[in-house]
């Protein structure tokens, strides 16, 4: 029966997750277990369990002694904030994995970035690139060794990702990112050079690199200072 139900909240929590990637839930808006229960024509059981799970990880948020859960607003601000304390961790991971990277761990990162590749060439399947990037990230801080450093790192990256599958022109539009006139590498070459630099041992490059890779995210904010970010905004050509 246990794998049931993990199946269930797995699935009930992809199911929001890819309502908020698609911009189907907004920045501000009330989520309520009935009206997904229904829309969906899901469990509420499950809903509860991936409404939780999204509140834990810092993509929605729950207001004390009201009904629902909503997507927080996104302001630039917290968006420095959360990139800055995220190239942090990863720096962080990077300087713990230099010169020591397991052969597994460096296997599962080319894996993951030959999956980007090929999707790049595609020009397509947004949802699963952005997934296939989490993985990467994800597979760096967890192979630290440091579960400390892991724990922290979770709902950091939740939060960050919110602008990036918000506002990137790479899941609004992505014809304006994935090109060769591209202005910026995409997010599958960093990579590999991240991966090349861990392997040959040099902590500090790899600390350097990482950390400028995350903040990339930072460079395209042109909007006043505390502008809340509503509809589309020049976030321009970003990728985690």
């Not at 369990?49 to 629902?68: C, D, I, Q, W």
């Not at 460096?106 to 990037?133: D, H, T, W």
């Not at 989490?134 to 892991?150: D, E, M």
Request: glycine share 10%; net charge neutral; proline share 5%.
């Amino acid at each position: 029966m246990a794998p049931l139900n993990l199946q269930a909240d797995e699935r009930a929590f992809q199911t929001i997750f890819e309502l908020i990637r698609t911009r189907e839930i907004r920045p501000g808006e009330r989520l309520y277990e009935t009206e997904l229960a229904e829309r969906f024509s899901m469990s509420r059981t499950p809903l509860r369990h991936a409404l939780g799970r999204l509140t834990a990880e810092g993509l929605l948020s729950k207001t004390p002694g009201r009904k629902g859960y909503f997507l927080p607003p996104l302001t630039r601000p917290d968006m420095t904030e959360v990139f800055h304390a995220r190239a942090a961790l990863e720096g962080m991971a990077a300087s713990l994995l230099a010169g020591r990277l397991p052969g597994d761990l460096s296997a599962e990162l080319f894996a993951i970035i030959m999956k980007q590749k090929e999707l790049y060439a595609n020009g397509s399947r947004r949802g699963e690139y952005a997934a296939l990037n989490g993985n990467f990230h994800f597979a760096l801080v967890r192979g630290s060794g440091n579960r400390y450093l892991l724990r922290s790192f979770a709902p950091v990256f939740w939060r960050s990702i919110m602008y990036t599958l918000l506002y990137a022109t790479f899941y609004t539009g992505i014809e304006e990112i994935e090109t060769g006139s591209s202005p910026r590498r995409p997010s599958w070459d960093q990579h590999e050079e991240i991966v090349s630099v861990l392997e040959s041992g040099e902590g500090e490059q790899a600390r350097k690199i990482i950390e400028a890779h995350v903040l990339e995210n930072c460079e395209y904010w042109k909007e006043g200072e505390g502008r809340e970010l509503g509809g589309a905004v020049p976030y321009g050509h970003v990728l985690p």
